[in-house]
């Protein structure tokens, strides 16, 4: 299992950001995939989820900002980020559950700052 995260960066507040995550080595359409994120000194914590039939549920913080989305046949989920806040600058992560166990991806750096 692979999960290959991309599309961090720097973006001033207010601005948007986009993350993908390419995922091999599973049935992707069954799988449930999240998005978590660590700032520095901080607990990874958990963003968005995305169920095999599309439902989500987002953290609190990130409510009506960002949006979790899947697309099976390119085995990808996108987190867009809108409205982004200093508060959200951390390294992303995507996770499945699969064969017993969590998969994680590199991680992202994701930066708001002016």
């Known amino acids: 299992v692979q999960l290959q995260a991309s599309g961090g960066g720097l973006v001033q507040p207010g601005g948007s950001l986009s993350l993908s995550c390419a995922a091999s080595g599973i049935i992707f359409s069954i799988n449930t995939m999240r998005w978590y994120r660590q700032a520095p000194g901080k607990q990874r914590e958990s963003v968005a989820i995305i169920t095999s039939t599309g439902s989500t549920n987002y953290a609190d913080s990130v409510k009506g900002r960002f949006t979790i989305s899947r697309d099976n046949a390119k085995k990808t989920v996108y987190l867009q980020m809108n409205s982004l806040k200093p508060e959200d600058t951390a390294v992303y992560y995507c996770?499945?559950?699969?064969?017993?166990?969590?998969?994680w991806g590199q991680g992202t750096q994701v930066t708001v700052s002016s």
């Open positions: 996770n499945t559950f699969n064969r017993g166990r969590d998969w």
